[in-house]
């Protein structure tokens, strides 16, 4: 069984930065992307951005290019969401996912395998 715990989320001011880390543990399993979602409450589930294990390239959607950061350490197992500048519409559960098919791009949900619990980020004005 894979597991995928993130840390890092709490309550934070607006213009404060973040680092949301999300370990992979588990059985052996051979990642092809991680990404990051968010939600919000009443929202639907939102892609962020994901990081290919092989190559690290990346990919942000529009609302967050600039600000967030997506990293790996492949020793750790473990994706980073650097967040900079916070905004008080940054508020959401954040929740990291892993796919292990190969794909053009990893989007969408249903393209990711793994999910982990989710961590709150609240970010007052």
């Known amino acids: 069984q894979v597991q995928l715990i993130e840390s890092g989320g709490g309550l934070l001011q607006a213009g404060d930065s973040l680092r949301l880390s999300c370990a992979a543990s588990?059985?052996?399993?051979?990642?092809?992307?991680m990404g990051w979602f968010r939600q919000a409450p009443g929202k639907e589930r939102e892609f962020v951005a994901y990081i290919r294990w092989s190559g690290g390239s990346t990919y942000y959607a529009d609302s967050v290019k600039g600000r967030f950061t997506i990293s790996r350490d492949n020793d750790k197992n473990t994706v980073y969401l650097q967040i900079d500048s916070l905004k008080p519409e940054d508020t959401a559960v954040y929740y990291c996912a892993a796919a292990t098919r190969l794909y053009s791009d990893y989007v969408r949900p249903y393209k990711y395998d793994y999910w982990g619990q989710g961590t709150q980020v609240t970010v007052s004005s």
């Open positions: 588990g059985r052996t399993f051979r990642s092809s992307a």
